[in-house]
């Protein structure tokens, strides 16, 4: 891929300040989106997935702050912009689309009227024009009926409609990033495809580059161009959505992808599942974030953490049992040896 | 819309049984009070014997409790609410209630005008600065507003305003009479004669009863609205707000308040009702001749319609005020449809 770099997160860390203790729930992560492109967010519930969306969109929830890194898009550095020039952004270039379609539009008004808010919030037009507007833009989508939808409440639409709506809400204004947050999660199987399909056609037409934040390694396969897997609030696999899936290099990425049913799979062969839960993210594990899950865990993952660092072309990893982190592991530390006392699976 | 007219009516015809109801219940209780009210009338000594047999016959006390109760609902039913019997002996109860109602009405105007315009900006403005000083003073001040007693606060705005710093006049009397007396409600009639000094007037008599009496309803108000706007706040559709680029104010504003104004109105309009209904307590503080105590007047003197009359017309009120929440309600969110 030689397009250009659209948003750049380096060494992002979001943490909340609980009273329980600091949830240090993105630990330095790193990653990149391209002009057009669509980038899949893989991992379990609680791994980072959708505070590092919130954190792009500067929409953490209280009591949560980026505390490290820099968010870069089209040159603009978002963690230093003030909350004002934020909300130029906000809804115009980037914008967001979320899970549960029943509660993330406004129950009190039209839909035509939320989606003609966005349009007059980022441009100069009568609230009469934006709302001719967003008819135009629900029949672009190919939503039957536009004029009757827009004077619909969301209560009268069916799920799969509302999240249409969110979709049209988020590209109202034509933005160089959507961000949807698990979007066909709710929804039927049937209904789920016809949404991935908008989604997919989205970026040809309006030249949108899609994050898509998901755990449905089945959607990923399908819309993705590439996949950016994380875990416990870090990166720890990044590749192009071919080679995540023929070749994937770290132990949870393969244990993830071994959890998968398919059909064909052979009669004896069993799924996989890995054991363990997702770490606490008060009091993470040291070092590595997953050795006390992984199969291939050895002392230096208790101590030291893996850097992400490109094994292959365009393929990222974070793992001692590559070259490149098995070598600065063995240059700064001098022990490389398995983790006594560990079952082997 | 058709839908929305046939459900009121629908609720007005609701309307008869529990009238009845409440007949049914007042009169048994009044009735087993011991005492009359021509014994009450009687008992002064400025009755013969004879005269308070008289009176139990004209007003046929002496009829079994059933017959007096079937003959007061037909004289109900044909609009005749009967004449007073103790409280003021003749005079016709209809009237009574109407001269005393305009004086609770102006109250209630005064009072929700408080409640309204500073409850709902204090809750929306403690909710959005959550755990401020604002929202401390804010929370404290609504909790000494729910738990203090309206007659002491009464009694207490007239030592401070009325007598130690004499802004305000200590009582009710003494309005200047407006010219046009359409309604009775001295605000109103000032405005539609355009006289200046009633309407001065009509404000600074009762500003203090209504700050006694608002202080209550306004706390109410305050904390519900609080609540609510939290729990709207947290709500997804605030954050797709949010993530549209509205600002804070849009988000408050206009995504948040109206959402969470759903259930402060049924809260307001209840607490109208029943400052229609009269509020005794201040209306005795600041003597204001109002149906709360003409009520408790009538209950004391044993005045039997009166009562039945006072009790029937507050229970109309209060069902017409939720009526009237329930209507709003429908046309604040549109998911309630009838």
């Known amino acids: 891929m030689t397009a250009n770099v659209l948003l750049t997160i380096r060494n992002l860390r979001t943490h909340f300040f609980t009273e329980e203790g600091v949830v240090q729930a993105l630990d330095g992560v790193d990653l990149e989106v391209y002009e057009k492109e669509i980038i899949g967010l893989v991992g379990e519930t609680g791994s980072g997935k959708s505070v590092t969306a919130l954190s792009v969109m ?26 004002e020039e934020m909300r130029k952004i906000r809804g115009k270039e980037i914008t967001m689309i979320f899970q ?9 008004f039209t839909v035509g009227n939320q989606i003609a808010e966005t349009i007059q919030l980022h441009n100069d037009v009568t609230y009469r024009e934006a709302f001719n507007q967003s008819i135009e833009l629900l029949r672009r989508l190919n939503i039957p009926k536009p004029e009757r939808i827009v004077n619909s ?47 997919k056609r989205l970026r040809d037409e309006f030249n949108t580059s899609i994050m898509l934040i998901t755990h449905d390694l089945g959607v990923i396969a ?45 009669k004896k062969s069993r799924l ?71 079952i082997v699976y | 819309m058709k839908g929305l007219y046939a459900y009121i009516i629908r609720r007005l015809i609701l309307l008869i049984p529990v009238v009845l109801g409440v007949m049914l219940l007042t009169f048994i209780l009044m009735h087993s009070i011991p005492g009359n009210p021509v014994a009450y009338l009687g008992g002064s000594g400025k009755l013969p014997p004879d005269a308070v047999e008289k009176l139990i016959k004209i007003y046929g006390l002496d009829q079994p409790l059933f017959i007096q109760f079937f003959l007061y609902l037909a004289n109900v039913f044909q609009g005749n609410l009967g004449t007073s019997i103790s409280v003021n002996p003749g005079a016709n109860i209809t009237d009574l209630i109407l001269t005393a109602f305009p004086h609770t009405v102006e109250l209630t105007i005064y009072s929700s005008i408080i409640m309204v315009l500073v409850g709902i900006p204090a809750g929306v403005i403690s909710a959005k600065k959550r755990n401020s000083l604002t929202d401390n003073v804010t929370r404290v001040g609504a909790l000494i507003g729910v738990s203090m007693p309206v007659f002491w606060l009464g009694i207490m705005l007239q030592i401070v305003f009325g007598v130690a710093i004499p802004i305000f006049p200590l009582l009710w009397a003494g309005i200047h009479e407006p010219a046009v007396k359409a309604t009775g409600i001295y605000l109103i ?6 006289d200046f000094r009633t309407i001065v007037d009509s404000i600074m008599h009762y500003a203090l009863p209504s700050i006694a009496l608002g202080a209550l309803s306004l706390s ?45 109105t049924t809260v ?71």
């Open chain 1, 222 to 266: 399908e819309m993705c161009d590439r996949v950016v897997v994380m875990y416990a609030g870090n990166v720890v696999e990044k590749a192009d959505v071919k080679t995540i899936f023929k070749h994937p290099l770290h132990p949870y990425t393969q244990a993830l992808l071994g959890a998968i049913p398919y059909a064909e799979r052979k």
């Open chain 1, 58 to 83: 500067r929409l953490i929830p209280q009591p949560g702050f980026i505390v490290d890194g820099e968010i870069i898009f089209k040159g603009k550095p978002l963690h230093l912009l003030s909350e």
């Open chain 2, 189 to 194: 009639d000032g405005f539609l004669s355009l």
């Open chain 2, 268 to 338: 307001i309009g209840l607490q109208i009702g029943g400052l229609l209904g009269g509020a005794v307590l201040t209306e005795t503080v600041f003597a204001i001749p109002g149906v709360g105590r003409l009520i408790t007047d009538a209950i004391l003197k044993y005045d039997y319609p009166l009562v039945m009359a006072g009790v029937l017309f507050i229970a109309i009120i209060y069902i017409i005020a939720n009526l009237v929440v329930d209507v709003l309600y429908a046309y604040l969110d549109p998911r309630i449809r009838y």
């Open chain 1, 272 to 342: 996989t599942t890995i054991p363990g839960t997702v770490p606490n993210l008060i009091n993470p594990p040291s070092g590595c974030r997953f050795h006390p899950r992984c199969k291939h865990a050895m002392i230096v993952c208790k101590t030291l953490k893996p850097m992400l660092l490109e094994e292959e072309q365009g393929h990222f990893v974070s793992c001692f049992l590559y070259s490149k982190n098995k070598e600065f592991a063995e240059r700064e530390h001098g022990v490389f040896e398995p983790l006594p006392g560990r």
């Open chain 1, 153 to 199: 409440y969301p209560h009268e639409l069916s799920g799969g409609m509302r999240q249409r709506i969110q979709i049209a809400i988020g590209l109202a204004c034509q933005p160089a990033l959507l961000i949807a947050d698990e979007p066909t999660t709710a929804l039927d199987a049937t209904v789920e495809v016809q949404v991935l399909e908008l989604i």
């Open chain 2, 220 to 264: 109410i108000v305050t904390r519900m609205v609080r609540s609510s706007m939290l729990e709207v706040l947290g709500e997804d559709y605030i954050r797709t707000a949010r993530a549209k680029g509205c600002s804070e104010n849009a988000t408050i504003y206009r995504h948040a308040l109206r959402n969470s104004l759903l259930p402060a």
């Open chain 1, 100 to 108: 549960d379609p029943m509660n993330a539009l406004n129950p009190v």
